[in-house]
């Protein structure tokens, strides 16, 4: 299963960038996917979790982004989003989406079961 991030981008403090990430399988097709999220990496720093949010819509923030952020997912196009709103040059970030527990079925029919996938990152900028 590969993720394919985009929409990250320069913006000035208290600016919106929504993020978006889907999912695909370059050896068939996907039918389903457990968790789908976001985290990020500041310079220096550890990966954390930003927001995550379940197949039945249950969600999860980082304290530091609760109440200025939302994430939301398309279960049918396997797509998950982030809208991120009153950005702070703390938010500055390479940002990476994950899907976590997902099966996919290749093109003889076989089911595959796997554990975590990444995507590639984008990076979000927010100046002062």
């Known amino acids: 299963v590969q993720l394919q991030a985009s929409g990250g981008g320069l913006v000035q403090s208290g600016g919106s960038l929504r993020l978006s990430c889907a999912a695909s399988a370059a050896s068939g097709r996907i039918v389903r996917i457990d968790e789908l999220g976001w985290y990020r990496q500041a310079p220096g720093k550890q990966r954390e979790l930003v927001a995550r949010i379940s197949s039945g819509g249950i969600t999860n923030y980082a304290d530091s982004v609760k109440g200025r952020f939302s994430v939301s997912r398309d279960n049918a196009k396997f797509t998950v989003f982030l809208q991120m709103n009153s950005l702070k040059p703390e938010d500055t970030a390479v940002h990476y989406c994950?899907?976590?527990?997902?099966?996919?079925?290749?093109?003889?029919?076989?089911?595959?079961?796997?554990?975590?996938?990444w995507g590639q990152g984008t990076l979000v900028t927010v100046s002062s």
């Open positions: 994950n899907a976590d527990r997902f099966n996919w079925v290749d093109f003889a029919g076989n089911i595959h079961a796997d554990g975590r996938a």
